[in-house]
């Protein structure tokens, strides 16, 4: 007796949206045992991890908040990896959108006015236009993979950063320290609730996830990038540019993490800092693929992949969970999740040995 | 793990949950016995991994001293890992809403998160490490790291063959700026050519890119290493190379039994311990605090087997008359990288200026 893979023939169409609430079970079940081994009463932990935080004000804006460049960055990134167009470099175009928005604020320091902000937004927007424009040239020009100028220029972009504020940017009252002046009250984003950080960033968030909808689903646009992806020798045959799309969709993924990056700047950090990602581009790549890159399931993988980072801190606190431990379910979302896609694509049929096959 | 009086409380109440036979409706209630507990809740942040074998381990070492202290009259916990971004005042804020009076954050990108949550939490003590901003309710303390590095430069001088030092540095400011160039004084006193390379790795914790910066430097011709970075990645590249190197923050000997010749500990509890009794006591004041080898804060690790008998007299007289304030690590003269004087004979550097260092000594290859 042995195993046999085999592709599904029909894949029902509920499956695919199943699966994931399916893995999210798993993780669950998984975590309670791995808590249980090393020590810590299972319910209780999972309780401070994925319960505890939505239960306060606090815990929720928190959520909302640290969803929300995800959620914008994966928006714009799915465009691209459903016309595979790999975009991985969106850390550096939130990093160059920070930088962009930043200098904006830093150029106006002290200035008071209602249109810095949006003036702030529209540089972000530009300056992560600009870093993704690198990787579509290059590729719609000289077919350079996209994959390695995109990824490799991240790390261009961090130096950068690092270089102007430890240089001209450098906070002249800041003790030499390598962080830039804490900008002015007209160059950060209003929050929205008193106490807490959420801030009108959260609200541009929603309405992308809602626009990106839109555009994907039903408009001409959306149908072109699909068919590029999916049909690519239809998609020439119907006349629809390959290159445009690359650039399309480019653009989109660097605009929005360039967004992203502003938001960022101008809400909870303030500043502009060394470290002002703690890898949200590359986790956006996860959130996109984890919401099926559909707007919508971007919006709810994104708010399941912050509320384990916040759950996480939280358990710590709380009952003193290691930090390592949070990092094992996370994988294990992902890990469960990766599995089930198998399963859904392909079946495990047991058949016969020797003369029975064939 | 010290978490254990946290754990306890936890089992009793799921326990009690349990038997109640309501499972996870009644988790609130679990919560509700944690925040009515009577004991001084003190809070920390580190940067690293507890497990790093250097700055957060030293940090936590001191958390555990508190608790060793006093007992039933404090409850600690921490959250490791955190990065210095937009995570951490959401991580300090946690602390501070879960009832913690009193909370550490012991990395210099925790200042303004700890700045901006202090000031919504008048009532709530917070100490941060390596700073320069004070409020009524947020003190600052740090280490006078390089009277260590001073000694630590004199024992180079004495060791190294070719008289160049490789330096693995995490980011330039000013305590790290004055750490490599009291290094380097130190060593050129002994011999003036002598040379420090830095290498830049722009993180506190990677013990990959350490290791890497680490090898570049042996490969460039040092063949002493010292670091401003928080992992034991470098000690234990310089044991596999067979070259000599100094701990940082914890005693490595460990990762490097023959490459170490001693380590510039940090000694946070009894710090710690004085501050959380002054909580406890109604006595705590905001502050500045910058101590050195005198007080304790800064420790020698014990000499290993590297450090020739000269050496260990050399460094130990040094040690010695830094304790007594004879000797300033940045008395002149002194030059920077481009020859210029910057500080004459006979004069020193003052505090005000090492705390906002942003220049190198002739000698330093940055």
Redesign the interface.
């Known amino acids: 007796m042995r195993f046999k893979v085999e592709q599904r023939r029909h894949i029902p169409h509920a499956l695919p949206w199943i699966t994931p609430v399916l893995s999210f079970i798993c993780t669950l079940v998984a975590a309670a045992i791995l808590f249980a081994i090393i020590?810590?009463?299972p319910?209780?932990a999972l309780?401070q991890l994925f319960?505890?935080p939505l239960?306060?004000v606090?815990g929720l804006s928190?959520l909302a908040?640290?969803a929300s460049p995800l959620v914008l960055i994966a928006v714009g990134l799915a465009s691209g990896f459903r016309a595979n167009v790999w975009n991985i470099g969106a850390e550096g175009q939130l990093i160059m959108g920070a930088v962009a928005g930043g200098g904006v604020a830093l150029i106006f320091y002290g200035e008071e006015g209602f249109w810095i902000l949006p003036l702030m937004c529209l540089a972000g927007i530009a300056g992560g236009m600009a870093w993704a424009a690198i990787p579509a040239f290059l590729r719609t020009r000289f077919a350079v993979n996209e994959i390695l100028v995109s990824l490799m220029l991240t790390y261009v972009a961090?130096?950068f950063l690092?270089m102007l504020i430890?240089g001209p940017w450098k906070d002249p009252d800041g003790?030499?320290?390598?962080?830039s002046r804490?900008f002015s009250d007209s160059a950060t984003l209003p929050t929205l609730i008193e106490?807490t950080?959420l801030n009108a960033g959260v609200l541009i968030t929603l309405l992308v996830a809602l626009a990106g909808w839109v555009v994907m689903a039903r408009s001409l646009l959306g149908f072109q990038i699909r068919t590029v992806g999916s049909a690519p020798t239809a998609a020439r045959y119907a006349g629809f540019s390959r290159s445009r799309v690359v650039w399309i969709t480019m653009l989109a993924g660097g605009g929005l993490a360039g967004l992203a990056g502003v938001f960022?700047v101008a809400?909870?950090?303030?500043?502009l800092?060394?470290?002002?990602?703690?890898g949200y581009g590359f986790t956006a790549i996860i959130v996109a693929f984890l919401g099926r890159l559909h707007p919508l399931g971007i919006l709810v993988a994104g708010l399941v992949m912050a509320l384990s980072?916040?759950g996480g801190?939280?358990a710590?606190?709380?009952?003193?969970l290691?930090?390592?431990a949070v990092g094992v379910v996370q994988a294990m979302l992902l890990f469960f999740l990766l599995a089930s896609d198998f399963l859904v694509r392909y079946r495990i049929r047991r058949v016969r040995s020797a003369g029975a096959a064939t | 793990m010290d978490v254990k009086t946290n754990r306890r409380s936890l089992l009793l109440g799921a326990g009690a949950a349990a038997a109640a036979g309501t499972g996870l409706l009644s988790a609130p209630s679990i919560i509700g016995r944690a925040q009515a507990a009577d004991p001084l809740k003190v809070g920390f942040i580190y940067v690293g991994p507890v497990g790093d074998f250097g700055w957060s381990y030293q940090h936590d070492q001191g958390r555990k001293e508190i608790e060793a202290a006093l007992g039933a009259a404090v409850k600690t916990s921490f959250v490791e890992k955190v990065p210095e971004g937009p995570d951490a005042e959401r991580v300090v804020r946690q602390l501070a809403t879960s009832g913690h009076g009193l909370i550490f954050t012991t990395s210099f990108g925790f200042m303004n998160p700890t700045e901006r949550v202090a000031k919504a939490f008048p009532n709530v003590k917070f100490e941060h490490a390596t700073g320069y901003k004070t409020l009524p309710n947020m003190a600052i303390y740090n280490a006078r790291f390089y009277e260590g590095r001073a000694i630590a430069g004199t024992i180079a001088a004495l060791t190294s063959k070719t008289g160049v030092a490789g330096y693995i540095g995490s980011v330039p400011i000013p305590e790290v700026v004055m750490g490599i160039n009291a290094f380097t004084l130190a060593a050129q006193k002994i011999n003036p050519n002598f040379k420090t390379k830095v290498i830049w790795v722009n993180s506190w914790f990677d013990p990959g890119k350490e290791a890497d910066a680490a090898k570049s430097l042996i490969d460039q011709g040092a063949d002493i290493l010292t670091q401003h970075t928080d992992s034991p990645a470098p000690m234990q590249v310089a044991q596999e190379r067979g070259v000599y190197a100094f701990g940082q923050a914890s005693d490595m000997k460990s990762f490097g039994p023959k490459a170490q010749l001693t380590s510039i500990m940090d000694d946070w509890g009894p710090y710690y311990i004085a501050r959380t009794k002054a909580v406890l006591n109604k006595t705590w004041k905001t502050g500045s605090v910058w101590h050195g080898l005198k007080e304790g804060m800064v420790q020698m690790a014990a000499y290993g087997p590297g450090v020739s008998p000269a050496a260990k007299e050399a460094a130990d007289k040094v040690k010695a008359s830094i304790i007594a304030g004879t000797l300033h690590p940045f008395a002149g003269p002194i030059k920077d990288q481009k020859g210029v004087q910057k500080v004459a004979a006979g004069a020193k550097i003052s505090d005000a200026d090492l705390e906002k260092m942003d220049w190198y000594v002739q000698g330093v290859q940055a």
């Open positions: 020590g810590y009463e319910l209780g309780y319960v505890a239960l306060t606090q928190e908040l640290k961090g130096l690092t430890l003790m030499n320290f390598p962080q804490i106490g950080r960022e809400g909870p950090i303030g500043q800092i060394p470290k002002l990602t703690p980072y916040i801190d939280n710590q606190v709380e009952i003193g290691p930090n390592a």
